[in-house]
């Protein structure tokens, strides 16, 4: 196993003749070596790996992130624990991870409340609101009186798996990961994509509908980020296995309690607070690139 971290680099577009050097001067002046090199091409996606003899601190992160990004290409920090054939559960959030849309903002917007809610899930999602709960009640509190059927055209209207979405799911199950879709937004839409895509099992919070119009409320326990995380420890003991077993994927403040301890995290399209915290950032590949850190 190795002593230390290994750095992947990933990008949709073809390497830049100066890209290595550029990786090898930058760690280089920190003192630590490179070695190992790994280069792997296929359509879509360009991979380079090297192991490091020393790990990189977050300020080391930040700025080797910074510098991939003036070559369209994504950082993976691998730690030494990550052992791909130990995983066995893949957790991911919904909105705007596994899917393109916040589904609450664009519910909002066919009652013209979306500049409203929106402020809030951003704010939230960014960690400056802390409490989510309080956060995802005062939003779909707004919601109130507007129509059920509005749910049904935001899925078939605005809602699209976000890019590699499809090809991580069933190819994970197929190298027989537990796929849990874990979120703080809605059984309507959660249930949707279990069908769609295959997952082995969902969680989200229930929109409380009567007369066929939304209520305002929510039903039962809100999942916030303390529930993401209970769900995922509850889904690798029932398994017979532990976190650092599973991979989680998320883009907001409250998915950090669900990555915290995992396997791997992953932060997709994320908030700034999330990529400093996680062990790998896509801003540039698909979903499915986690599969090429399986292999």
Partial sequence: MPLHLRLVTLSPFAVQPAFNQAVTECVQQWGISLNSFQQTDTPGLHLRQWQLDQNLDKAQRHILRELLSQYQTDAAFLPAHFEPSQMRVLAIDMDSTLINIECIDEIADFAGKKAEVAH????????????????????????????????????????????????????????????????????????????????????????????????????????????????????????????????????????????????????????????????????????????????
């Fill in 120 to 295: 809030i899930t951003a704010a939230t999602m960014r960690g400056e609101i802390k409490n989510f709960s309080d956060s995802l009640q005062q939003r779909v509190a707004l919601l109130a009186g507007v129509s059920a059927s509005v749910l049904e055209a935001v899925y078939r209207e605005r809602l699209q798996p976000n890019p590699g979405a499809a090809d991580l799911i069933s190819q994970a199950r197929q190298l027989g990961l537990h796929t849990l879709l874990v979120s703080g937004g809605f059984t309507f839409f959660t249930k949707q994509l279990q069908k769609t895509l295959g997952f082995d099992q969902t969680q989200a919070n229930t929109l409380e509908i009567q007369d066929g119009v939304l209520t305002g409320k929510v039903l039962g326990e809100i999942i916030d980020a303390a529930g993401k995380a209970r769900y995922l420890d509850e889904t690798c003991l029932n398994l017979g296995c532990n976190k650092t077993q599973a991979i989680a994927i998320g883009d907001g403040a409250n998915d950090l309690l669900m990555m915290a301890g995992a396997g791997l995290s992953i932060a997709y399209r994320a908030k700034p607070l999330v990529k400093e915290k996680a062990d790998v950032a896509f801003d540039q590949v698909g979903l499915d690139a986690t599969l090429a850190l399986m292999r």
